[in-house]
């Protein structure tokens, strides 16, 4: 995997990536994948690459929307309380971010298991659409300072 060179801050010049010019996928090496027997904190990795052929900037909070299988209401993450600054990307490079997860078991009452993701990248309208491969979650949609939340990009 490529990444961002330096996580050098843009010049002028350059322009924020757009959905149409990027990747997403989960990171699925042993690092980056949940705890499949964690019950409670965990962290996945989202992986976002410049698959354009121009240099583009990006940073700030993707928006992730959790969405079920019987298309039901969708469950938008909350953000985190850290900073970002942003990145620049160059064609094939690549940055990531977290999901902080809090992990329910099979069955358990009060678990949800998403079917897919929704990620759309920081001011930009148009998402992308990834597979969920983890198991439930626990569903804290309502919570005040939910298990499940976002971190930022850059």
């Known amino acids: 995997m ?9 010049g002028a010049g350059s322009r924020r990536c757009h959905t149409s010019g990027l990747k ?29 052929g121009r240099t583009c900037e990006i940073g700030g909070f ?10 039901g209401p969708a469950w938008s993450l909350a ?23 809090g992990m329910a078991k099979e069955n358990e009452e009060g678990s949800w298991k998403p079917a897919t993701v929704a ?8 998402a992308l659409t990834l597979k969920w491969p983890w198991g439930p979650l626990v569903h804290q949609d309502g ?7 976002v971190n930022p990009i850059g």
């Open 2 to 10: 490529h990444t961002a060179r330096g996580g050098a801050k843009a």
């Open 24 to 52: 997403a996928a989960f990171a699925t090496g042993e690092d980056a994948a949940p705890d499949p027997n964690a019950s409670g904190a965990t962290t996945t990795s989202v992986v976002v690459t410049n698959t354009s």
């Open 62 to 71: 993707p928006g992730v929307d959790l969405k079920p299988d019987a298309g």
């Open 79 to 101: 953000r985190s309380s850290a900073r970002h600054s942003s990145i620049t990307l160059h064609p094939g490079d690549s940055t990531d971010f977290t999901i902080n997860l």
């Open 119 to 126: 990620v759309t990248p920081p001011d930009e309208t148009t």
């Open 143 to 149: 919570a005040t300072h939910p298990a499940t939340f």
